[in-house]
């Protein structure tokens, strides 16, 4: 039961931080602040909600180092975007119109900051790590990965190749990253920074949800699988290339770390949770 727990503070703590985020004017300073305020709400909920129903200290989220892996993975995650849409633009799938402003980028951090803590802390804290120690790492990615994707179906412009682009690039690529290194702190500095340098940089639409303006005014067009139709670059066959072959990179820093729990492991995990425990007699 306790994770049924998990899941309702998660989740409540998820939808509170997403409205309170996107119903403050902006995008802006206050936007910034209101993306970070949301941020560490959602890594705080996660850290008390497991150390009351697990009795354990969280070391997924653990603060010592959290700081140097963010921002590793913040920089992963900007250079990965700035490879994918160079290469768009060298076919001629993406132009800058025009400037934006500081002040706009700043907004879209926020915004950055808060779908980054959030999700990774529900998909990857929650759903993955808990159905790795049932049914082993594969699977647990797989399905998490496919519920990553199908949940961008409910954005606007989404269709069933975006939603595919997403749980490959983003679903798989994200829970390598968490497998690779048992912290949530790299997965959620790639998303972030890859959400920032989408919107934040470059101006180009983030998933088929936001037509946003940050330091640039970008501009994609062409063939859906070069520059990513309405749905944005995300959608591009390039997006999702360079996803999977960071995936299959942390994947093999991730058995090479003996982080990978096979099927066999997980099944022998599930039959000692359920054996009865001995206790002695008088």
Not at 137 to 163: D, E, I, K, S
Not at 254 to 268: N, S
Request: hydrophobic share 60%; aromatic share 8%; glycine share 12%.
């Amino acid at each position: 039961m306790h994770i049924v727990g998990q899941f309702v503070v998660v989740v409540a703590v998820w939808m509170a931080g997403g409205l309170t985020v996107t119903s403050v004017p902006g995008p802006g300073v206050v936007q910034l602040i209101a993306g970070v305020l949301a941020a560490v709400l959602a890594v705080a909920a996660y850290r008390w909600v497991v150390r009351r129903t697990e009795r354990r200290a969280p070391a997924e989220v653990a603060l010592k180092g959290a700081g140097r892996s963010l921002a590793r993975g913040t920089g992963v995650g900007v250079l990965m975007f700035v490879a994918v849409i160079a290469v768009i633009a060298a076919f001629g799938g993406y132009r800058i119109e025009s400037w934006g402003s500081v002040t706009a980028a700043a907004g879209l951090l926020g915004l950055a900051a808060a779908a980054s803590a959030t999700e990774e802390v529900l998909f990857r804290g929650l759903i993955q790590r808990h159905l790795e120690s049932w049914a082993g790492t594969w699977v647990a990615l797989a399905v998490t990965g496919a519920l990553f994707g199908a949940m961008h179906l409910l954005n606007p412009a989404a269709t069933a190749w975006g939603a595919f682009a997403i749980a490959v690039e983003a679903g798989l690529m994200l829970g390598a990253a968490f497998v690779a290194t048992r912290s949530l702190w790299l997965p959620i500095g790639i998303h972030m920074g890859w959400n920032f340098a989408a919107s934040g940089i470059f101006g180009t639409v983030v998933s088929g949800n936001l037509d946003a303006r940050g330091l640039l005014e970008g501009v994609t067009s062409g063939p859906v699988l070069l520059a990513g139709g309405a749905f944005g670059p995300e959608a591009s066959l390039v997006a999702v290339l360079s996803g999977a072959a960071l995936t299959v990179v942390l994947m093999v820093v991730a058995y090479r770390r003996g982080h990978v729990v096979p099927m066999r492991r997980a099944a022998r995990r599930r039959t000692e949770d359920a054996a009865p425990v001995a206790t002695l007699s008088a």
